[in-house]
């Protein structure tokens, strides 16, 4: 890793990278416990969304598992570009088949996209490692 890596950061980016992580890793743990769970508000959007509940399950499955890749050391890079690709979708779903606002989309996948750069040398790390 450089020396720009998030372990030899000033201590404020480390201690920022890890509390936006744990935000994220709250809300989209919370949002996709919900889909699984099954909550009414979550059947009435995915109704409307028109491809049935096993995209539901599947979305809160993506979430959840998102949830947690921001918390494993070594896998948050993963994890924020994993949910920010999710955001895109759901930025496309408001303004497309919901025809609501996709502002609460945005926001998180800015958020989502800031993890990334703040932990861009790990994620160019780990695509090293799989490289080869």
Known sequence: MSATSIQSARPSRRIGAWTLQGILAAAFLAAGVAKLAGAPFMVDIFEQIGL???FRVVT?????TGAVAL?????ASIGAL?????????VATHLFVLHTSPAPAIVLGLLNATVVYLRRDELVALLQRVKG
């Open 60 to 64: 809160g499955v993506v979430e959840v």
């Open 82 to 90: 994993w949910l920010g690709g999710t955001m895109v979708g759901a």
């Open 71 to 75: 918390l494993v050391p070594g896998l």
């Open 52 to 54: 049935g509940q096993w």
